[in-house]
Nanobody, 127 residues
Framework: QVRLVESGGGLVQPGDSLRLSCAASGVTLDYYAIGWFRQAPGKEREGVSCISSSSDGSTYYADSVKGRFTISRDNNKRTVYLQMNSLKPEDTAVYYC???????????????????WGQGTQVTVSS
């Protein structure tokens, strides 16, 4: 059974940094695309950043986070990270990680139809 658990969210001020972690179990992480998505109140869920399986290694970033967020994976620890720098109030949302066996296409395109989802972690950016 695949299980994804997010951690690292919290309340920070504009300009601060956070690192989100997504710990995976029940899956060989090397072969899966992993994505970070977010959903703010009243808005649709959007793809923030995705990474392809290890054989490909492609990454995707939404325009709104390019240059500020970095996705990375540690297959040995079965964990994917999202380093978020220069946070803005508009980054406030529940952040979800997701995994899919279509390791290349889902990583490159950051599709919303990932198969497995975590429960989410709240990120609030406010002064």
């Amino acid at each position: 059974q695949v299980r994804l658990v997010e951690s690292g969210g919290g309340l920070v001020q504009p300009g601060d940094s956070l690192r989100l972690s997504c710990a995976a179990s029940g899956v060989t992480l090397d072969y899966y695309a992993i994505g970070w998505f977010r959903q703010a109140p009243g808005k649709e869920r959007e793809g923030v950043s995705c990474i392809s399986s290890s054989s490909d290694g492609s990454t995707y970033y939404a325009d709104s986070v390019k240059g500020r967020f970095t996705i990375s994976r540690d297959n040995n620890k079965r964990t994917v990270y999202l380093q978020m720098n220069s946070l803005k109030p508009e980054d406030t949302a529940v952040y979800y990680c997701a995994a899919d066996g279509h390791g290349i296409s889902y990583g490159r395109r950051c599709l919303k139809t990932y198969t497995y989802w975590g429960q989410g972690t709240q990120v609030t950016v406010s002064s």
